[in-house]
């Protein structure tokens, strides 16, 4: 049996969850089409408000996701899985319930339409409130929660996320967000019952109380080491992100809100949490791991830009497919194509771990139009040689150059850096080298001849040349007398009489090695 409160009633809506903002959005519009005026304003602060949430999230994720700022700075350096993408797809749930209770909240106290812009007295009022309740109710709620029973049914979904982000702030049970809903709600009552709320004060701290939120469940330690150093009271009224990382790998520690003096209090600091944030803030200065393989890949369009992991992590993990309510972003994005074009260098957009092995993305700042263009050919060739130099410094094994990178009207496949610069250790390869290389290793060792197809293409070429230095005869099919020569003339001279052109199939019937 399900345990009450802990599925969102509206989680088999999808994308239709969005309707339930229909109400406000209707009598906003309402109000300002036949009326002249928006009356009932809470309807439009709800709104945006909760517009302002998604967008702190959002830019959280974004955030998060530019590896190439924040790749020294991660606390688990694992990334995150199509499985956690899923689990945390509906994040967003609670702040659709809690624009349903801030609408039930304006209906009843009619008072709160009529807020002030700005008082200063309610800041400070909120301040204290949130200190002296909020604080320590989240803290004994939180650890309640770490009891049997109300985890196993409740916080265990929370805690399901194995790499902390951004998104995993929102991911908790309506009967959590419900609590949560008291703890946030309580300072700002106080303030408004004692006289001293204002508009300003609502928005501000339910957009602090999400940017700590995300802060802490970022996974990017962006809370410099020596702010603590210069003013150590400090560390116990803003915790980290490495020190709420803590809490979701030894889960008996850390259960504070914010601020690290409850845990102090309540005996539950990790005595681990100062040394750990020195050292991850210490080694942000560094190089971080070197990756064994790179992948050298490229833009392909404005629009599917759009889809990568640090604009729409969702989107980035489903395929592609024209999304309409894009369009408006499309200008944006092109401007951003055009700065990437005069300023940008090659960086870093994902990594994965295969059998203990880093590999990862770079992207040369350049999309598919702009290969064909010919004053542009020389900018590309320079952010591929760069990138190829970059990576013989660090001691990349491998460096692959993915579509048009490898273009051989551009670089020859790749043979223009290799030529001009042979003293490099990095190995310069392409989907097609990469592929005559798998092939090859299949060859017995011991095999005295070989039919090819396809043997004037660029994968049947490089296997030829490769076999006939080995003294392996090669019979290439093909009606081309002139490529077949012009591959032939490739090979050292006294190599090329192990190719030999054929044209009919039945040229393989006595050879026991065929490829196709």
Known sequence: MVAPLSAWPWENLGIFKYILYGPLAAKVLHSWIYEDTIKDLWCLHILLICALRGLVHQLWSSYTNMLFL????????????????????????????????????????????????????????????????????????????????????????????????????????????????????????????????????????????????????????????????????????????????????????????????????????????????????????????????????????????????????????????????????????????????????????????????LHQTWVVPRFGFQYFLPFATAGINKCIEEAILRADRMGVKVISLAALNKNEALNGGGTLFVNKHPELKVRVVHGNTLTAAVILNEIPKDVKEVFLTGATSKLGRAIALYLCRKRVRVLMLTLSTERFQNIQKEAPADCQSYLVQVTKYQAAQNCKVMYI
């Open 70 to 357: 924040t790749r020294n700075r991660r606390i688990q350096q694992q990334g995150v899985d199509f499985k956690q993408i899923d689990g945390e797809w509906d994040w967003d749930n609670f702040i659709i319930l809690q624009a349903l209770l801030a609408s039930m909240a304006c209906l009843t106290f009619q008072s709160l339409d009529a807020l002030p812009l700005w008082n200063p007295k309610g800041f400070i009022t909120l301040l204290i409130l949130h200190i002296t309740i909020s604080e320590p109710l989240y803290y004994w709620a939180h650890r309640s929660f770490h009891e049997s029973y109300l985890f196993t049914h409740y916080h265990s979904l929370h805690h399901s996320s194995p790499v902390l982000h951004p998104f995993t702030a929102g991911l908790a049970t309506p009967l959590e967000h419900l609590i949560l809903c008291i703890v946030i709600g309580i300072p700002m009552m106080g303030c408004i019952l004692m006289g001293y709320g204002s508009t300003s004060m609502i928005y501000g701290y339910v957009l602090a109380f999400d940017f700590l939120r995300c802060l802490g469940h970022s996974n990017v330690e962006v809370v410099p080491h020596g702010i603590f150093n210069n003013l150590p009271f400090l560390k116990y009224f803003l915790y980290t992100p490495t020190y709420h990382s803590l809490h979701h790998t030894e889960m008996g520690t850390n259960f504070c809100l914010f601020m690290p003096l409850f845990d102090a209090i309540g005996n539950t600091l990790n005595s681990n949490s100062w040394h750990l944030h020195k050292k991850i803030s210490s080694d942000s200065e560094g190089k971080g791991k070197v990756p064994d393989f790179v992948f050298l890949a490229h833009g392909v369009d404005v629009t599917s830009a759009m889809h990568v992991p640090f604009v729409f992590r969702s989107f980035a993990s489903i395929p592609f497919s024209m999304r309409i309510f894009l369009l408006p972003m499309w200008p944006f994005t092109f401007l951003i194509m055009l700065m990437m074009w005069t300023m940008s260098k090659t960086f870093l957009l994902t990594f994965y771990n295969l059998r203990g092995r």
